[in-house]
Antibody, heavy 122, light 108 residues
C-alpha cells in the first residue's frame, strides 16, 4: 500500500519561497506507475490542483500558478518536492501530495498524504 | 469561482437518498472528460469515492453511485448514514485538473 507524507516549514514569510517535500513509501516513484501531484486547500475552501511530475522529471502545472511553481523529483530518495515563489497570504493552505495512476487518462487521485498546513505571515 | 459548480450544501435524514450535482461546460465535462468524486471527512484528506463517472474503488459501499450526462454529473447517496456527513468534491479536466467548489452534506 502506497503511503505519502508531506514535510516542510509550517510558516513562511510573505514574498519568500514555500518549499515542501513528499516522501513516498510502499512503492517506487521510479516504477513509472504513477504521476505525483501537489494539491492545496485554503482554510474553509475548496481544492486547487497545483501540478504534477512524472519520475522522468516531466511536469505539468496549473496555468494559474505556473509562473511561481516548480515541482521536482528525487528518485534516489523516493521523494518529490514543491517550490512556490513570491508567496502571499492567499497561499495559506493545507498542501497535499497525491498520486494518480499512469493510465493515459486525466488524473485520478487515489493516494493522498495527510496534508500539511502552511501559513504565510510575517 | 470554480470551473465546476456544485451546490454549497445538501442535507437529508438517515435512510434517505440525496444527490449532489456538478455542472460544467463544453470545455470540460461536455468535452467528454470523465468526472471523479471525492469524500472529505472533517480534518482528513480527500478520499476517492467514484472514478470514471460511475466506478467505485474497492471498499466503497454501493450506496454511492455516480452518473454523467451532457455537461453535468451527479453523485447519489442512498440509505444515508451519519458517517456520510462530509464534504464532497467533483473533479474533471479543462486544460488542467479542475475541482468543483465542494458540497457539504449534513445528515439531519
Amino acid at each position: 500500500q502506497v503511503q505519502l507524507q508531506e514535510s516542510g516549514p509550517g510558516l513562511v514569510k510573505p514574498s519568500q519561497t514555500l518549499s515542501l517535500t513528499c516522501t513516498v513509501s510502499g512503492g517506487s516513484i521510479s516504477s513509472g506507475d504513477y504521476y505525483w501531484s501537489w494539491i492545496r486547500q485554503p482554510p474553509g475552501k475548496g481544492l486547487e490542483w497545483i501540478g504534477y511530475i512524472y519520475y522522468s522529471g516531466s511536469t505539468y502545472y496549473n496555468p494559474s500558478l505556473k509562473s511561481r511553481v516548480t515541482i521536482s523529483v528525487d528518485t534516489s530518495k523516493n521523494q518529490f518536492s514543491l517550490k512556490l515563489s513570491s508567496v502571499t497570504a492567499a497561499d495559506t493552505a493545507v498542501y497535499y501530495c497525491a498520486g494518480s495512476p499512469n493510465s493515459g487518462y486525466d488524473p485520478i487521485f487515489d493516494y493522498w498524504g495527510q496534508g500539511t498546513l502552511v501559513t504565510v505571515s510575517s | 469561482q470554480s470551473v465546476l459548480t456544485q451546490p454549497p450544501s445538501v442535507s437529508g435524514a438517515p435512510g434517505q437518498r440525496v444527490t449532489i450535482s456538478c455542472t460544467g461546460s463544453s470545455s470540460n465535462i461536455g468535452a467528454g472528460y470523465d468526472v471523479h468524486w471525492y469524500q472529505q471527512l472533517p480534518g482528513t484528506a480527500p478520499k476517492l469515492l467514484i472514478y470514471g463517472n460511475s466506478n467505485r474503488p474497492s471498499g466503497v459501499p454501493d450506496r454511492f453511485s455516480g452518473s454523467k450526462s451532457g455537461t453535468s454529473a451527479s453523485l447519489a447517496i442512498t440509505g444515508l448514514q451519519a458517517e456520510d456527513e462530509a464534504d464532497y468534491y467533483c473533479q474533471s479536466y479543462d486544460s488542467s485538473v479542475v475541482f468543483g467548489g465542494g458540497t457539504k452534506l449534513t445528515v439531519l
